[in-house]
Nanobody, 115 residues
């Protein structure tokens, strides 16, 4: 079992920055990968970024060059640094942990980009 506790998020103006954090209840090295997903109102949940156990990263085209996923194994925490935010980035963001047997999800955190 893995518990994921998210923090960060909130309201920011277009062009601003936010950082999301996701603290896991067990060591990240025991997990295959970590990721961030988001779900906007009326839309399906979509992949934002992933980072594997060897720190390989992958980003959706919509956030590439603006968002950065990173991990701190000592703190069992994954981060999503979001820069140059746009109104279309508004969504509930979910942390995800992938083990060999199942996926785990954080509680979700709202990110709103608006002037």
């Amino acid at each position: 079992q893995v518990q994921l506790v998210q923090s960060g998020g909130g309201l920011v103006q277009p062009g601003g920055s936010l950082r999301l954090s996701c603290a896991a209840s067990r060591s990240l090295v025991t997990l295959n990968a970590m990721g961030w997903y988001r779900q906007a109102p009326g839309k399906e949940r979509e992949l934002v970024a992933t980072i594997t156990s060897d720190s390989s990263t992958n980003y959706s085209d919509s956030v590439k060059g603006r968002f950065t996923i990173s991990r701190d194994n000592a703190k069992s925490t994954v981060y999503l640094q979001m820069n140059s935010l746009k109104p279309e980035d508004t969504a509930v963001y979910y942390c995800n942990a992938m083990s060999t047997s199942r996926n785990y999800w954080g509680q979700g955190t709202q990110v709103t980009v608006s002037s």
